[in-house]
């Protein structure tokens, strides 16, 4: 049936004004967001524009280099396994530790021991990283130690001739009259003058066995480093010891910053390693000090910074980490070995550097890598071993950073060498 013809009147039904004022709302809001926000393709500009605001700029072109290198595979290690520090312990047995610096390992027999610049405990976790397993220890007391404040532990290290265990705080003020206040001086409390001198701290440590149940150790010896740093925060960063051929122990300090320098830190191909063997008077303090022997160059030239040293005794294989590279370097100290060590000729190799495994999208993801160490004997058919195992210390905050490291900071690691 045809409906009846209706004039219009030129108005709209209040269903129609509805819909209409809707439409015209949205309208308004789409304008003042392309005012304030610009386009989809604006914003993307200004993505590629803004490098310096960017945590990762050019994120196409370093996609691109990893996409189309042909030698990938020999150029960057191969992630085994991860394992986050908080979760290899016991709830119970983690004594109120919230956060875990790790800033260096080593291995004694079926065992990894770390320890943390923020934390005065060690770390003692078996090399299978058993998860929540009793068979790993947090020995010491975490906030208190013996200074105040953070323990500024950065290198451990294992003499495997005489069975003793060191670790060396990073660079401590030990300024002031040390005859008027000698507990002061001796803990690394802070300065009491004006003119503070910072020295890294190399202590001897008696820890309980792995078949005990104590859970604390014991400091047996304390002294300073005849060198003498510029800061606080770029001393010591890793540590080794080697028996000489004369039959002294020494040790080897690895430098933070290029020149062993804060200021000139950044000077890239200026890497140094202090040979030091102890003295018992003499030092800084007048007492017991580990004395210089020989500065030792490093070979490598694009670090621009150094994170963490180990030696193989057995093979002389040597790897060096840069934290902010995201890389190892793995070569030969000549004369490395217990026993064979000679301090006025020994060098490092030129070596080769890998990179640490990156995200999908060629981004760093291992950014914090403060410790390593050999895993493997490397078997008796090889000149060097192929795993390490590696610490990270906790991603930096306040967009220092790019979300990328959270994944893998505070953890412990297992590398394979291509």
Excluded at 129 to 143: C, E, I, T, V, Y
Aim: some cysteine.
């Amino acid at each position: 049936m045809a409906q009846p013809y209706e004039p219009v009147d030129g108005s709209a039904s209040p269903r129609r004004k509805r819909i209409l004022v809707a439409l015209a709302a949205t309208a308004v809001l789409f304008v003042g967001a392309v005012a304030v926000y610009g386009t989809p393709s604006t914003t993307l500009e200004d993505f590629k524009k803004d490098k310096e605001k960017m945590w990762a700029p050019e994120l196409e072109k370093q996609y691109r280099e990893c996409a189309t290198a042909q030698r990938y595979r020999n150029e960057h290690v191969k992630a085994v396994h991860d394992s986050p520090v908080a979760s290899l312990f016991e709830y119970s047995t983690l004594k109120g530790e919230a956060k875990f610096e790790a800033s260096d390992v080593v291995r004694i027999g079926e065992h990894f021991y770390s320890i943390c610049d923020s934390s005065w405990a060690v770390l003692r976790v078996h090399e299978s990283l058993p998860m929540r397993s009793k068979l790993n220890a947090h020995m010491g007391d975490p906030q208190h130690g013996f200074a105040e404040g953070e323990s500024g532990f950065e290198g451990i290290f294992h003499d495997k001739t005489q069975d003793g265990m060191y670790v060396v705080r990073e660079a401590v003020d030990i300024s002031g009259d040390y005859a008027d206040d000698t507990n002061r001086r001796r803990l690394g409390l802070p300065p009491v003058t004006d003119h503070p001198k910072y020295h890294a701290i190399v202590m001897q440590i008696l820890l309980p066995p792995p078949d005990s149940e104590d859970t604390d150790y014991a400091v047996l010896d304390s002294c300073p480093s005849e060198m003498l740093f510029d800061g606080d925060s770029k001393g010591f960063e890793g540590a080794r010891s080697i028996r000489g051929a004369d039959g002294v122990l020494y040790v080897l300090g690895l430098c933070e910053g290029n020149h062993c320098s804060s200021q000139t830190g950044k000077d890239v191909g200026h890497g140094k390693v202090i040979v030091m063997a102890r003295e018992d008077e003499g030092g800084p303090t007048g007492g017991c000090y580990w004395k210089t022997v020989r500065t030792i160059d490093l070979p490598m030239k694009e670090f621009v910074d150094y994170s963490a040293l180990a030696i193989h005794h057995r093979t002389k294989a040597v790897a060096i980490t840069s934290q902010e590279n995201s890389q190892v370097w793995v070569g030969e100290l000549s004369t490395g070995s217990d026993g064979e060590f000679d301090p006025m000729t020994a060098e490092f190799s030129k070596g080769k550097v890998y990179d640490f495994p990156r995200a999908a999208t060629c981004a760093v993801q291992y950014c914090n890598i403060e410790g390593i160490e050999w895993v493997d004997d490397g078997g008796a058919d090889e000149n060097a071993p192929r795993t390490l195992v590696g610490v990270s210390d906790k991603m930096k905050g306040k967009g220092k950073q790019p979300f990328t490291c959270l994944e893998k900071d505070q953890s412990f690691h297992l590398f394979q060498l291509p």
